[in-house]
């Protein structure tokens, strides 16, 4: 079964034209792999399709603002996966 | 439509916040100063109008979604394509659905009818944001009520 950083790293480079093999688990998806804010919409569009969620950007994006929470937090690809990982068991509990 | 004041939109004809679809009505004025320009001799409604047109039929639509409670500002324009010139004088119809809900973003898909005959479309992303300040909000409801925005959705917010 194909894991959820793989899914999310294939949606990466197909989305934003990124070599797959440079997109690693320790990727942010901001700092390493230079996806801006309008690209990512491209990306949670896809994750959203792909795993039946709704990505919080909003949400995610106040908390970096207000200092609640890093980047790191939501954009590390291992992160981000596993936040996947979270909505995707919400959603069906 | 109103070039020069960018009101694009004539009259919502319908909106159903069920089906999450709109269509709306837009007369491509005889006259007007574009058109001295784009082109001489031969007046044509440009592109990027037409594409203007498509993204304020989605925002109503997005408006009447969200409660008349955000603004969608356009972010993203894909596979635009303008399959026909639009000249002076043509009653145009629009209509937009949505294609996906984001988290702070969605996504439109638009087309634009004349004479039955599909004459442009596009694939549309926008960012909503709550109203940055009353005067943008107070615009918005007049513009509202030009174009027969209907009382229940404004309500509603």
Redesign the interface.
Known sequence: MTSTFDRVATIIAETCDIPRDTITPESHAIDDLGIDS?DF??I??AI??AFGI??????W?QEVNDGKATTEQYFVLSNLSARIDELVAAKGA | MNLEYFHLIDRIARLSLDDRTITVEANVPEQSTIFEGHFPGYPLMPGVLLIEAMAQTSGWLLIALMKFQRMPFLAAVKEAKMRTFVTPGEKLTIDASIIHEGSGFTMTKANIMSGGKLACNATLTFRHVPFPNPELRGYMDVMAKRIGFPEQAMTDG
């Open positions: 309008l919409l491209d949670a569009f959203d399709k709704k990505l919080p950007l909003e949400r994006t």
